[in-house]
């Protein structure tokens, strides 16, 4: 990440209301850095950006917060200078934590580290940890994509089953999850259907029973 201070905006471009790219100019390098803010959602299923009410809420949570405006009012910072923190996709008005994931050559791979972020999003159970400099998330997804709504629904069963799996492995309810902050576990790298690399925690050591 680059840190570019008090980049010009000069122009704001909107796309059907739905995702607007605030244009900055870098007069000292001659280039110009572009921040979009996309009220949708990129589907991975899909491979399409599909409406999705929290990521809208989000953006106008973060117009507000950076602007002083509404989404639809972003034009009316042309002339403002801002900060611009470039990543190589991409470029924000604030730095951003990047969830990673492992590439192939990690598959196998079983090593230690420590929990630093816990929580129920509403749609998966999420335990994220650093490796190599690097964020990751272990998760437990409940939730599945509706193509036909475009929108994500929580599966009453896959949830009850998933909360079943979390207390079983780590001994503890869905609802003690922050708990987990600070905790050492064990990680292995995984393959699922020959093309999804993940994460899987395992399991706390169950304590032995008294002999009676």
Not at 173 to 180: C, D, H, N, T
Request: negative net charge.
């Amino acid at each position: 990440m680059e840190l570019k201070e008090q980049l010009e905006i000069v122009d704001v471009v909107f796309e059907d209301n739905k995702k607007a790219t605030i244009i900055c100019l870098d007069e000292e390098m001659g280039e110009i850095r572009e921040i979009n803010f996309n009220k949708q959602k990129y589907d991975q299923d899909s491979k399409k950006f599909v409406d999705d009410q929290e990521k809208a809420q989000q953006v106008e949570d973060w117009c507000q917060e950076h602007f002083g405006l509404p989404f639809d009012r972003l034009a009316e910072t042309i002339g403002e200078r801002k900060d611009v923190y470039c990543y190589d996709n991409f470029n924000s008005v604030f730095p951003v934590k990047m969830i990673q994931k492992f590439d192939d050559d990690m598959v196998g791979q079983i090593f230690e580290v420590e929990i630093i972020h816990a929580e129920d999003d509403g749609k998966k159970i999420s335990l994220q940890f650093e490796y190599d400099g690097g964020l990751y998330e272990s998760k437990m997804q409940y939730a599945d994509y509706l193509e036909a709504r475009k929108e994500w629904f929580i599966n009453p069963q896959k949830r009850k089953k998933q909360y079943e799996k979390f207390e079983e492995k780590f001994g503890m309810l869905v609802g003690e999850i922050e708990q987990m902050i600070g905790k050492t576990v064990m990680v292995e790298v995984k393959k699922a259907m020959g093309k999804y690399v993940y994460s899987e925690i395992k399991p706390f050591p169950k304590k032995k029973k008294k002999s009676s």
